[in-house]
């Protein structure tokens, strides 16, 4: 690793600059409601929504995962960069229901499709999970990162990065995040797009690459007899956890509606899509890269997770280096200061407000930026945790959205397009799927004392891709039995929420919402999906 120079540091400062002259102007803007606090006001454009989203969903560990992934035997994971076209889905197919619904919250949308018990559930779940997933990895990736690159010890990187992510989202709030978000998406961009031309220069050419590490290397596709990634268990619950990430989780969807209107909104997650199609090549290839380089012997490096660092640091020339290792900050940044406002929604809006429902509107927002230092404490606090467990879990966290995505994917799904489900159908289903999901996550830890012949090691050792194909389809025969052996959903209830229901008003306002461009957008989305696929096969 090369070390930071002066024009490297002048480079990070002027875009620390930049970005606190943003949260500044956004902070002097903003109004003391909460619509404006954690939705900014329903007044994003398309352009922001789409940046917002692709900047939430790439962190620091993302990029260092992804590269890790292209310089390690583990291509199959590609499989989860190119869900650009559910990205579509949560505009073309989920956003017109969530916005007709004008809820803050997926757990809000849940009551109004169901019950006040669902949403319930599903907000103290989702807080727990983020606290305990995204904002610990994310934290703990970072420091790693931060330190790196800045030659610092690891707990000033992670604290700092935290202290200052957390100032601007507690005094922002989702107007802070959605602004700052677009630069640091553009600026991540365009700096990863530098290093994989000049990688791909000093590789001698994508053939020259490819004929390193060899065709076959390229393959994403695995038989289904493969033990770690059967094709069949790939393509089935890479779809389950796509379908929950983007379509129905907090973390991506609160960003769809922040949108000024539908029609903003479904543009912003069409833009967001093509952004989607960046990370393989701007990702995963310089990790390809960076493999081809060691195994000529040009380039060092010991984990495959080093592989982005090392290549930036070598071949990135001065000034470039630095805003390359911004941009890397900038990623972490974005993913925390969209967790964070998260959680502060999710509280706020799902928990406080339904304990407290007269409380004014200053008094709503106030407590939003208490849950979110909160958050900021716990993430804190929950890293020297992080740091003393062993690598195994850091790993082991990626297949845990393999458990939590099924039971969530199918009342949601179900709930939208199946006008027979109802609200003991959701709710069992949820309390089921939490309680199955944390019986698999103790049985994967303990499966080494169980007997090898036993029904609870099977399940334990399941492939957790197989286990998850399983899980999800118990989950929507669960939900639906239950549905059919209890009274169906009074009509007001599912007016305008599922389809079958959509009065022919809302059916004209959804079609006035999109033109012939963001259909002829979304078909080339789908065909770059498809490219990315036939090409990545090994031939």
């Not at 809820?103 to 019950?115: A, C, H, I, Q």
């Not at 949403?119 to 779940?125: A, D, G, I, K």
Request: with cysteine; aromatic share 12%; hydrophobic share 55%.
């Amino acid at each position: 690793m090369q070390m930071l120079d002066t024009f490297d540091w002048i480079s990070i400062a002027l875009y620390f600059l930049l970005l606190l002259g943003i949260a500044v102007w956004v902070i002097r803007k903003k109004k003391e409601n909460t619509e404006d606090y954690f939705l900014a006001g329903r007044n994003v454009g398309w352009f922001v929504v789409g940046a917002s989203i692709f900047a939430s969903n790439i962190g620091s560990e993302h990029v260092v995962g992804l590269a890790g992934a292209g310089a390690s035997d583990k291509l199959p994971m590609l499989i989860y960069e190119i869900h650009a076209w559910i990205v579509l889905l949560l505009g073309w197919v989920f956003l017109p229901f969530y916005a007709r619904s004008g809820v803050f919250t997926m757990p809000e949308f849940l009551e109004k499709r169901f019950d006040a018990r669902s949403r319930w559930v599903l907000s103290v779940f989702s807080i727990v999970a983020y606290v305990l997933t995204k904002i610990s990895v994310t934290i703990y990736a970072g420091g790693v990162v931060v330190s790196a690159l800045l030659g610092i010890d690891f707990w000033t990187g992670a604290i700092a990065t935290v202290v200052l992510t957390g100032v601007y989202t507690v005094l922002g709030g989702m107007r802070a995040v959605v602004y700052t978000e677009t630069l640091q998406a553009v600026l991540l961009v365009l700096g990863a797009a530098v290093l994989t031309f000049i990688g791909l220069d000093k590789v001698g050419g994508w053939q020259s690459m490819v004929d390193t590490v060899t065709p076959e290397y390229l393959d994403m596709w695995r038989p289904p007899s493969d033990p770690d990634f059967p094709w069949p268990s790939l393509v089935i619950s890479s779809t389950i956890v796509g379908i929950w990430y983007w379509c129905t989780d907090q973390y991506i969807v609160q960003r769809a509606l922040t949108a000024r209107n539908i029609k903003e909104g479904r543009r912003g997650t069409i833009f967001g899509a093509v952004m989607k199609l960046m990370p393989v090549f701007l990702f995963l290839i310089p990790g390809v890269i960076a493999l081809a380089l060691k195994m000529r012997g040009e380039l060092h490096w010991d984990s495959p997770d080093e592989a982005f660092p090392v290549l930036m640091s070598n071949l990135l020339p001065s000034g470039l280096r630095g805003l390359v290792a911004a941009g890397l900050l900038a990623a972490l940044m974005s993913s925390l200061a969209s967790v964070f406002n998260s959680c502060s929604t999710l509280f706020t809006v799902d928990i406080y407000k339904k304990l407290r429902p007269n409380t004014p509107e200053k008094r709503l927002v106030r407590t939003g930026q208490i849950a979110t230092v909160i958050t900021v404490i716990i993430g804190i606090i929950w890293i020297p945790i992080m740091a003393n467990i062993s690598g195994v879990l850091y790993e082991y966290l990626q297949s845990v959205q393999s458990y939590i995505a099924p039971p969530i994917t199918a009342v949601f799904v179900l709930g939208i397009f199946h006008k027979r489900m109802n609200a003991h159908g959701a709710f069992a289903t949820l309390v089921v799927g939490i309680v199955v999901a944390a019986l698999r996550i103790v049985l994967e830890l303990v499966k080494g004392s169980l007997d090898p012949n036993g029904f609870l090691f099977r399940m334990g050792d399941m492939n957790f891709l197989t286990f998850g194909a399983w899980f999800f389809l118990g989950c929507v025969v669960f939900a639906l039995a239950v549905s059919l052996l209890t009274p169906a959903p009074s009509a007001a209830k599912i007016a305008n929420l599922t389809f079958g229901t959509i009065s022919a008003e809302e059916k004209a306002k959804n079609k006035n919402s999109y033109g012939w461009l963001d259909i002829l957008i979304s078909v080339l989305v789908l065909a770059i999906v498809i490219s990315i696929m036939v090409f990545f096969n090994g031939d």
